[in-house]
């Protein structure tokens, strides 16, 4: 999902605009950090798969996808509400901008509340990283995934605290779009593992 600004155009000068990149460039480095990481972890559970099919299916079969699928939902619509606090914060609208990133910090949460029903369900069938290859992978890389969830609930909760006090205005948006920068890359993240945990067989 395109944050609006992530390649934002400055004052045109010219016939050819000048793009810039949205954020600190420190934040585009650690995503493409993160982004590596978790494709290790994907080409490794890949891998893995290939030689365990039989054993993958069948318990990827017993995973709630009702549950996957919502927590796709729920991650896209808080993305979205960041889109639209960032949008808010360039038209100087700082208290709109903070009860955007108060719906996305709520949509986290659903996220949150979800994935430890999801945990705890698995915890009373006894499952856990040594139960089989498919559930050590399932419950690393969701769980991998779920602290950056985390970490990224307490950015969007120090980016509503500076909305509401107008921190964020055009010509200063730099926190505001590296923390949005953070938040689109858990989300990215999410539509890649969901199918490929829950869904491809």
């Given amino acids: ?13 010219g016939p050819v605009a000048e793009q810039r990149l949205a954020g600190d460039l420190a934040i585009w480095i650690f995503i493409l950090a993160e982004l590596l990481a978790f494709g290790v972890f994907f080409a490794a559970y890949a891998f893995t798969r290939a030689n365990h099919i039989e054993l993958f299916d069948a318990e990827q079969q017993a995973l709630h996808r009702g549950a996957g699928a919502l927590n796709t939902v729920v991650l896209l619509t808080a993305s979205y509400f960041v889109v639209r606090a960032v949008q808010a914060a360039e038209q100087r609208a700082s208290a709109l901008s903070a009860r955007w990133l108060l719906g996305a910090i709520a949509c986290g949460s659903g996220f949150v509340i ?39 609930m307490v950015i969007l909760a120090a980016l509503w605290q500076g909305a509401r006090r107008g921190r964020y205005q055009p010509g200063d948006m730099n926190g505001l ?24 067989h």
């Avoid at 999902?1 to 000068?13: C, I, Q, R, V």
């Fill in 177 to 200: 779009e590296t923390g949005a920068a953070y938040w689109h890359m858990v989300d990215l993240v999410w539509l890649i593992l969901f199918p490929l945990v829950y869904v491809i």
């Fill in 114 to 152: 979800v994935k430890l029903t999801e945990y705890s369900a698995a915890f009373e069938q006894g499952i856990s990283l040594s139960s089989s290859p498919f559930h050590m992978f399932y419950l690393s890389l969701t769980f991998f995934h779920f602290m950056h969830v985390i970490l990224g």
């Fill in 1 to 13: 999902m395109n944050t609006p600004g992530l390649a934002s155009t400055l004052p045109d000068h």
